[in-house]
C-alpha cells in the first residue's frame, strides 16, 4: 500500500538536502541525481495513493505532538493533485536545472536548498491541521529566502531576498494572528459547553476547525477568515503586498520557476482552499448571499489580476514580464474561490485549483522557455532579443504553446449549444470557467465589477505575452550574439510540459467533481451546483479578447504597422506610470521604508534612549551613585599581582576572625 509510505512524500526531499548539502561536492553535477531521485520516489508515492484512492477516498494518518495538537497527514481529492502538480513539475525543473546551472560552482547549495524548497511545500500540502500547516508554510518562506538571494554576492539579489523575506512576512504574522484568535474561540466555545472536540481528533485539525466554524461568532469568523487571508495575499503576490514578486527575478531562473509554478505562491491559494469551508460559513452583511470574506477574496483577486496585467504590457526584462503574469494569473485564482464561491459553492474550489494546476504546467514552461533563451543570448532585455526563432526552434515552439495557453486560445464549440466537446489550450478551459463564474455571480447579485476586472485583464495578457514573444523570436536580431538551442537535458522537460500545457484542459469535468469533493462532508449537497448558463457572448469573449490581443502583438511587434516610438517615450505619463510601476518601489522603499521606519521608529527608539534612559536613569541620583561607586572601585584595580594576593589574605583572615567571632569555627 503506497499510502503507509505518505511520510516518505516529505522525508526524501528533506533526507536529499542533508546528503546534497555535505556531499555534493564529491558527486556528479553537484549532487543534482540525489533531489532528482528523492522527488521522483516523491511523485511515485503520490501517483499510487491517487489510483488507491480514488475516486472517493482519503487518507488520515495522526500522531499526538503535545498537548491537544498533533502531527498528522491528510490526503484528500484538494490535497493529492496539489501533491501530483508540485512533485511533477519540481521534478522536471529540477531536471533542466542540471543544464542551466552546469557552470555554476555553488551548484551542491542550490540542489540542496530546492530540494528542501519542495520539501517543505509538500508539508505545507500534506499538513492536516493548521499550526503544522503554518510551521511548513513559514519553512517555504525561509527557502524563497535562500533561493531568491541566491547569487547573494549581487546587492540587487540580497536587497530582493530581503524585500521578499519582510514582506511576506506581513502575511505571516496575519495568518499567525488568525490561528491564534481561532484557538481562542474554540477553547471558548468548548468551555461553554456547546462544543467537543471528538475523540482521536485534536484541537486545530481542519476537521474540527470545520466543525467548531460553525459555532464561532459570525463576527469573530470573518476576522478569523481574513487574516488567513491577509497571510494568502503575502505568500500569493496579491495586492498590496505583490512587490516583492517581481523582485523576485534576482534569483536563478530555475528558481523563479520553482516559486511561480510549483511552490510558494501557490501555497496562498491552496490556503483559502483548504480552509474555504470558514470562508464560505462567514455572513453576508455587505451583499445578500454573499459571505463577507469571499467578497473581499473577489475583488481582491480580480483587481490584482487587472493591477498586475496594466504592467506586464511595459516591462522589457523577459523574466519581469513573467513575474507580473504569475500575480495576474493568481489574482484570477483569488477571483475564482470568491465569485464562484458564491453562486457554486465548494465547486469554486475545483474551478480555481484547475486554474492552479494548469497554470503551474504553462508557467513553469514559460519560465523554463525564457531561461533556455537567457542561457542561450546572456541577456534579459527582449529589446535586444529578436530573430530566435530560427536558432532556438524547440523553445520557440514550446513557449508559443505556453503563451497560447496563458492567453486561453481555444474554440468554445460546446458553448455553442454544438453536440461537440470544446478544443482548446489548458489556459482556454481553466481560465475562461473563472470569467463565465464572474459573470454568473454579477448575474445573480448585480455584481459585475469583478468580471469587468478579469475580461480586461484577459486582454492585457494575450497582448503582454505575445509582445514578449515576438519581440524575442522574430524580426532581426538586435544584437551581435551568437543563440543555440539549449542542450537536451532543458529542450526534453519543455517538450513534456507543452504536452500539458495543451491537453491537460481536456480533464476539466472529472477535476472539478473530484476536487470539489474533498468539502462534501462539510458543506454538503446543498452547497454544490449554482450558477447559470451564459449567454453565448459571454462564452466567446474571453476567446475574442485572446484573439484580439494576439492580432494586436501581431500588428504592432511583426508587422510594425503602428510606431511605437511616440508611445513608449519619457513624455507619455502612463507609460512612466506603468514603467515605474505605479511608483509602489518608491512609495515602500522612500516613504513607508524610510519614514515609517526612520522617522518613527528610529526617532522613537532615540528619544526612549536619550530622554527616558539617559534622563531619568543616567542623570539621576541612581545613574550618579553608581557612577561613583564604578569609579571608586576602577581605582581600587591596580593591575599588580602582589596588591590582588595581599587583599586576598586580608580578606580570608577578616573572614576567620568573624567566623571565630561568631562561634562558627
Not at 492536516?128 to 531568491?148: A, H, K
Amino acid at each position: 500500500m503506497f499510502s503507509d509510505y505518505a511520510a516518505l512524500i516529505v522525508l526524501l526531499p528533506v533526507i536529499a538536502f542533508v546528503l546534497t548539502l555535505f556531499l555534493g561536492k564529491k558527486l556528479y553535477s553537484g549532487g543534482a541525481l540525489l533531489p532528482i531521485a528523492a522527488i521522483a520516489g516523491s511523485f511515485i508515492i503520490s501517483l499510487g495513493i491517487f489510483f488507491e484512492i480514488y475516486p472517493d477516498g482519503m487518507v488520515r494518518q495522526s500522531l499526538p505532538w503535545f498537548a491537544n495538537f498533533n502531527i498528522g497527514i491528510l490526503i484528500d481529492p484538494l490535497a493529492i493533485v496539489m501533491l501530483l502538480m508540485v512533485t511533477f513539475v519540481s521534478l522536471l525543473i529540477h531536471i533542466y536545472a542540471v543544464g542551466y546551472m552546469s557552470h555554476d560552482p555553488a551548484k551542491p547549495r542550490y540542489f540542496a536548498e530546492t530540494s528542501l524548497f519542495t520539501a517543505a511545500m509538500l508539508g505545507v500540502v500534506l499538513s492536516d491541521n493548521i499550526l503544522q500547516f503554518f510551521i511548513s508554510w513559514e519553512l517555504v518562506g525561509l527557502c524563497s529566502f535562500l533561493l531568491i538571494g541566491f547569487w547573494y554576492h549581487k546587492p540587487s539579489a540580497a536587497a530582493a531576498a530581503k524585500k521578499a523575506f519582510l514582506v511576506t512576512r506581513v502575511g505571516d504574522v496575519l495568518f499567525l494572528a488568525g490561528i491564534v484568535l481561532l484557538y481562542v474561540n474554540i477553547n471558548e466555545i468548548i468551555a461553554s459547553g456547546r462544543f467537543s472536540v471528538v475523540p482521536g481528533n485534536f484541537l486545530l485539525q481542519f476537521s474540527t476547525m470545520f466543525e467548531a466554524a460553525k459555532l464561532i461568532d459570525p463576527t469573530q469568523l470573518t476576522y478569523i477568515t481574513l487574516l488567513f487571508f491577509g497571510g494568502a495575499v503575502g505568500k500569493s503576490g496579491q495586492f498590496p503586498l505583490h512587490g516583492w514578486l517581481p523582485d523576485a527575478m534576482e534569483g536563478p531562473t530555475t528558481v523563479s520557476a520553482l516559486i511561480h509554478a510549483a511552490t510558494m505562491v501557490t501555497a496562498g491559494v491552496y490556503l483559502v482552499a483548504r480552509t474555504f469551508p470558514m470562508f464560505a460559513a462567514t455572513p453576508g452583511t455587505f451583499v445578500p448571499g454573499v459571505p463577507d470574506s469571499l467578497l473581499v477574496v473577489a475583488y481582491i483577486g480580480g483587481f490584482t489580476a487587472l493591477f498586475a496585467a496594466t504592467m506586464g504590457l511595459v516591462m522589457n526584462d523577459i523574466k519581469r514580464v513573467l513575474a507580473y503574469s504569475t500575480v495576474s494569473q493568481l489574482g484570477y485564482m483569488m477571483l475564482a474561490l470568491g465569485t464562484a464561491g458564491a453562486v457554486a459553492g465548494a465547486n469554486a474550489v475545483g474551478i480555481s485549483m484547475f486554474h492552479l494546476i494548469g497554470h503551474a504546467f504553462f508557467k513553469a514552461l514559460l519560465f523554463l522557455c525564457a531561461g533556455s533563451v537567457i542561457h542561450a543570448v546572456g541577456t534579459n532585455d527582449i529589446r535586444e532579443m529578436g530573430g530566435l526563432f530560427g536558432k532556438m526552434k524547440i523553445t520557440a515552439i514550446t513557449m508559443f504553446i505556453a503563451a497560447l495557453s496563458l492567453a486561453g486560445i481555444g474554440i468554445p464549440l460546446a458553448g455553442l449549444r454544438l453536440p461537440i466537446f470544446n478544443i482548446g489550450t489548458t489556459g482556454f478551459f481553466s481560465k475562461d470557467a473563472i470569467i463565465e463564474e464572474a459573470y454568473a455571480y454579477g448575474f445573480e447579485r448585480g455584481d459585475y465589477i469583478p468580471y469587468a476586472f478579469a475580461v480586461i485583464a484577459a486582454l492585457l495578457t494575450s497582448i503582454y505575452i505575445f509582445r514578449l514573444w515576438f519581440m524575442a523570436f522574430t524580426g532581426k536580431p538586435r544584437s551581435e550574439r551568437h543563440p543555440h538551442e539549449s542542450p537536451g537535458v532543458m529542450t526534453r522537460p519543455l517538450m513534456i510540459l507543452a504536452v500539458f500545457a495543451l491537453f491537460f484542459g481536456f480533464t476539466q469535468p472529472a477535476f472539478y467533481s473530484y476536487v470539489s469533493a474533498s468539502f462534501d462532508f462539510v458543506m454538503g449537497p446543498a452547497y454544490e451546483g449554482g450558477g447559470i448558463e451564459p449567454p453565448v457572448i459571454v462564452v466567446l469573449l474571453p476567446v475574442i479578447v485572446g484573439v484580439l490581443g494576439f492580432l494586436i502583438s501581431y500588428a504592432i511587434y511583426y508587422k510594425r504597422m503602428l510606431d511605437m516610438s511616440k508611445i513608449i517615450s519619457s513624455g507619455n505619463p502612463l507609460y512612466k506610470l506603468l514603467l515605474n510601476r505605479y511608483y509602489e518601489p518608491t512609495i515602500g522603499a522612500n516613504i513607508i521604508g524610510v519614514k515609517l521606519t526612520h522617522d518613527v521608529a528610529a526617532q522613537s527608539g532615540e528619544f526612549v534612549d536619550r530622554k527616558i534612559i539617559d534622563g531619568l536613569v543616567i542623570d539621576t541620583i541612581i545613574g550618579k551613585t553608581t557612577f561613583f561607586l564604578g569609579e571608586a572601585a576602577r581605582k581600587l584595580q591596580t593591575g599588580v599581582v602582589q596588591n590582588y594576593a595581599s587583599v586576598t589574605l586580608l580578606g580570608v583572615g577578616l573572614l576567620l576572625i568573624l567566623l571565630k567571632l561568631g562561634g562558627g569555627v
